[in-house]
């Protein structure tokens, strides 16, 4: 599995620099309260009141403002599972590799570390993704499209996502797939995303990825 | 697979009868033009002028009053790879049947039709399926869970699924999932789904049922 | 103000009785643990059951299964202060009375209690209130349409307003809008149709209702 | 009314440039064709081959991917008639300048030309405007909470408001408020928009401009 940040909003206000994602947002909730014109509420307010403007929003559950930024991720390599867990998050955009389209090639399955740990348990499932690999290529031989013959394959198998969603929905994505219960694969790949958002907005994701890290 | 609308809006005010379900949206899309109370609105408007006002609305493109009627099914025994597709509808609600919860059994799967006309492809893809539902009872064998044993079981794996969707999406939904390019399954289920519908709103779902079977 | 449930979702599954909405979601929440067809599930729940099982999703803020169960109410003479509010709300269907269709007439206003309570903020607001009223007849002898002429027509102005939530969406309205530091009105609004949906739907919205009579 | 494009997405990918969100989308489309990294697709796609592949997508209307990129505008001294047409757009992000928390200001409306060019009708509406704000500021000595004072406040009322949209929404927003029908005041502000929107994603919302230069 890889995970990458691709794109993020970009404020084009004057004074742009580091943690500028987290002052819009500021600056978004501030217009709310105020008269002034965002171009000013944006220049006037410092790293640390952006910070302590934040986490009181956070705290009173005031998201909205947290919808203007919104992260792309790139990812690359789960599995058709995952894939299937992950769009039903409803408030998010998606543009995943069609299996109508592209053909299925050798290695690409994912394989569960409880699998892979157990030599017994690895070699049945790797005979089992072979025979299917044989049938789908069969298959196709046959004159089956390759929209059809994907039918034989394991859901083991790796597709590719683009995936955006606002840092509102960021928050109650990773609330759900970070839990102790959530599947093994959606919460790594949800450990990723945190990781690498926790850099653009450190105030909004960082207290997350402790709490992470400290294994709670 | 298996169809079956389980649940509708149904109007709670005087005079409730068939089509009465359009009456609501004539009736509510009525208020935006009116002082009069819905009530009387309801109560006066007769089929004919129901089916006129309808047609002039999805004429004009002004859906939002199609908004307030919503549909149920139940989709029995549809693939993963057709619930995959399905669940990408956002503006509608699922309760779908877990894997991790619920074991996989014998005889779970969907043969496309491509494949079962072919003798030598179904062949292939039969016992291709059987040897993962081997390997599938072996890992559970084994000691691993079925929500990692699942990752061996072929795309073709039955699902139910409970979706509810608002009159408006519903008509998008037939567009884009009954269009020629649609694949083959999904089709099947949008054409199922369509016929219900068309029983209860059939000013709203009969023109694309006729155009369907017209062939167009 | 007048607040009147107009519509809900009907299961059309043998044994519709009292109750059939909550043994709705119970049955479609229940589909993801369970092989067996929704009849089946649906029949054989017990009022009880359904009512333990909806509190144990709730506790666990499982509740996707609520969303298959929408409320249409008629909401008649809220003020345009309040339907602005109420239409921020976003997972919702609205049909609202125009004000670029429908002309303002006489006797349209809504009345805050806190001016209504002191007599001199009442001839206040009641003087200003009739000088615009004025106004907008003047505007419109003098050939200024009707949808320009409201620019002058305060916002204490009645509106009248068709909406449509899942269940849902409707706990979470709630949540917020009968909060202590919610705007009057729209608390007032929320009141009332809590009251309504907690006949329907009592498991769900008794204890809310139940919260709200002991004044928390 | 200002209106000022405040940020868009900007993708973090290797050769970044002029026209970058719009490659942005088309490599994210063509993910779902390719098996190619994404970094590697973004960086293969000239200038031209972007503009005719989005060109292609829009008229095949496969607008899933021009969600990855959102705008957001801050708009200024809008009229709340406006606002409220605003904000009944769901799919969208909206934090509003709250009448409940800041007072309404001398000289805060919004004349519309059809008055404004009648002298007669000019005065009329001028003098009711100045009558409600002596009734808001007489509430206000009299205690009455701003908040309940607003009632009286004409709908003319200014408001300031940021927006955050995607780029397929927008599409849709455009093209329902720059109709010939909409209304003169949105119609102005989605103009505005759109020539900020066509500088930074000229392929998509060029066409639209033009069209609406050209007086269509």
Chains 1, 2, 3, 4 share one sequence.
Not at 12 to 27: D, F, K, V
Not at 44 to 73: A, N, Q, W, Y
Not at 156 to 179: D, Y
Request: aromatic share 6%; with cysteine; hydrophobic share 40%.
């Amino acid at each position: 599995m890889r995970v990458k940040l691709i794109a993020v909003t970009c404020p084009l206000l004057e004074g742009m620099h580091e943690g500028s994602q987290e002052r819009l947002i500021a600056s978004a909730a501030r217009c709310c309260w105020s008269s002034k014109p965002i171009e000013e509420i944006y220049a006037s307010m410092g790293r640390e009141r952006v910070e302590r403007f934040l986490e009181k929003l956070m705290k009173l559950e005031h998201l909205s403002p947290f919808e203007h930024v919104s992260l792309t991720f790139y990812i690359e390599g789960i599995s058709r599972v995952t894939s299937h867990q992950l769009v039903r998050h409803r408030i998010a955009s998606y543009s995943q590799q069609s299996q109508r389209h592209v053909k299925v090639e050798e290695g690409s399955f994912i394989t569960p570390p409880s699998i892979r740990e157990n030599p017994e348990a690895l070699r049945v499932f790797e005979e089992a993704v072979e025979s299917c690999m044989k049938a789908y290529r069969k298959l196709v031989e046959l004159g089956v499209h390759i929209e059809d013959a994907r039918y034989i394959i394991p859901q083991a198998v790796k597709t590719n996502i683009v995936v955006t969603m606002n840092v509102r929905e960021l928050l109650h994505f990773f609330k759900l797939r970070l839990a102790p219960d959530a599947q093994w694969e959606i919460r790594m790949m949800a450990s990723e995303m945190l990781k690498q958002a926790a850099e653009v907005l450190p105030t909004v994701f960082k207290p997350l990825l402790e709490r992470r890290l400290k294994g709670e």
